[in-house]
């Protein structure tokens, strides 16, 4: 079993669609979560980033972490054909310095 | 207010041949991390520097090292290339807060191919 696991689509929704993005974790020590956005052969950005359970919103996006159950979320509202990418998320622990990524969900919103 | 910078964008190598990569962090960091992503996986942890050492290693061999220089910039580099190599470098930047690195900042990364 891999340590961090993501559906990986690709997952096809049409414009204005909720999307919703889930990681499962097998590691209970992670208290740290972040999702980010990848265009193709682009640097991962930034969109979400949060410590411990509970949630955060910012604009569109809801980000969601269940430590209970190690299952964490991101949530798009009014999805774009912009938001097409691939979504990754990631976490750590409170003591190590390398964050532990998924594979990747493929997103395509279409128009 | 310049993000990550990394150079080259696009590299192409024999297998055998070294390569070295660059990375200049977002301003403000002090903290450069470097990952591997091959085609169609999360990025992989390779190492981590603060205060130009290495201050953890993820499951890379010793071909893989790496430097950090006094204006925070690093370099990582790969000896005795393998096909298995190719992929995208990504580097990442944080700032040091007690001991922990807490957002990763990332550059565009460099494609490699060896061929």
């Known amino acids: 079993q891999k340590e961090v696991e993501q559906d990986p689509g690709p997952l096809s929704v049409p414009e204005g669609a909720i999307v919703s993005l889930n990681c499962t974790y097998s590691?209970?020590?992670?208290?740290?979560f972040m999702w980010y956005r990848q265009y193709s052969r682009k640097g991962p950005e930034l969109l979400m980033y949060?410590?411990?359970?509970g949630n955060k919103e910012d604009g569109r996006f809801t980000a969601q972490v269940d430590k209970s159950s190690k299952y964490i979320s991101l949530f798009i509202r009014d999805s774009q054909p912009s938001d097409s990418a691939t979504y990754l998320c990631?976490?750590?622990?409170?003591?190590?310095?390398?964050?532990?990524f998924g594979p990747g969900t493929r997103l395509s919103v279409l128009p | 207010d310049a993000g990550v910078t990394q150079s080259p964008t696009h590299l192409i190598k024999t297998r055998g041949q070294q390569v070295t990569l660059r990375c200049s962090p977002k301003?403000?960091?002090?903290?450069v991390s470097w990952y591997q992503q091959a085609l169609g996986q999360g990025p992989q942890f390779i190492f981590q520097?603060?205060?130009?050492?290495?201050?953890q290693r993820g499951n890379f061999p010793d071909r893989f090292s790496g430097h950090q220089f006094p204006n925070y910039s690093s370099e990582l580099n790969v000896n005795a290339l393998l096909l298995g190599d190719s992929a995208l470098y990504l580097c990442?930047?944080?700032?040091?807060?007690?001991?922990?690195?807490?957002?990763?900042?990332f550059g565009s990364g460099t494609q490699l191919s060896v061929l």
């Open positions: 949060t410590y411990s359970s």
């Open positions: 990442a930047s944080s700032l040091d807060l007690q001991g922990r690195s807490e957002k990763l900042f």
């Open positions: 520097y603060y205060e130009e050492e290495e201050r």
């Open positions: 590691n209970s020590a992670f208290q740290y």
């Open positions: 301003s403000g960091h002090d903290t």
């Open positions: 990631a976490m750590r622990d409170n003591y190590g310095q390398n964050f532990v």
